[in-house]
């Protein structure tokens, strides 16, 4: 089985997005984990904007980077440059990309506003995996 690890600063919103649409776009021959270089909880509005796209990542939870799990990665993908920076050396067996995507989690404004960045960065996640991955 393949494995993917999605990496973001705090793993509570990019990072997160993007194993809820890899459960659902890459099916059962990939293992899909994402953590992250700190953890910040899970963002209530990342949970909010995957259910409007009908998935349900609100059992997700923020974790640490799990070296051992890093190290047996097919893929790596980091989701912010500071993810890139601080992720630990792996194997050069481990294929790594780097989506440089903005932090939804500091968007301003309005709830709806927030809401919307929230949506912009959770449809480029999705694209992304269809088009890099799948």
């Known amino acids: ?3 993917i690890y999605f990496l973001c600063t705090g793993n509570s919103c990019r990072s997160q997005m993007a194993e809820g649409f890899a459960r659902q776009l890459l099916g059962p021959e990939w293992h899909i984990a994402s953590a992250g270089v700190e ?3 899970l963002n209530a509005r990342a949970v909010v904007v ?3 796209v ?3 990542i609100s059992h997700q939870y923020s974790k640490l980077i799990d070296v051992d799990y890093l190290n047996h990665c097919d893929l790596v993908v980091t989701l912010c ?3 890139r920076d601080r992720c630990p050396i792996t194997p050069p067996s481990v294929k790594k ?3 440089p995507l903005p932090d939804p989690a500091q968007a301003a404004g309005t709830e709806e506003e927030q809401l919307t960045v929230f949506r912009a960065v959770r449809d480029q996640i999705k694209q992304r995996i ?3 991955i799948k």
């Open 1 to 3: 089985m393949k494995q």
């Open 39 to 41: 953890t910040h909880g």
């Open 50 to 52: 995957m259910n409007e």
């Open 54 to 56: 009908g998935i349900d």
């Open 81 to 83: 440059g500071d993810a």
């Open 97 to 99: 990309l780097h989506w």
């Open 130 to 132: 269809l088009a890099e």
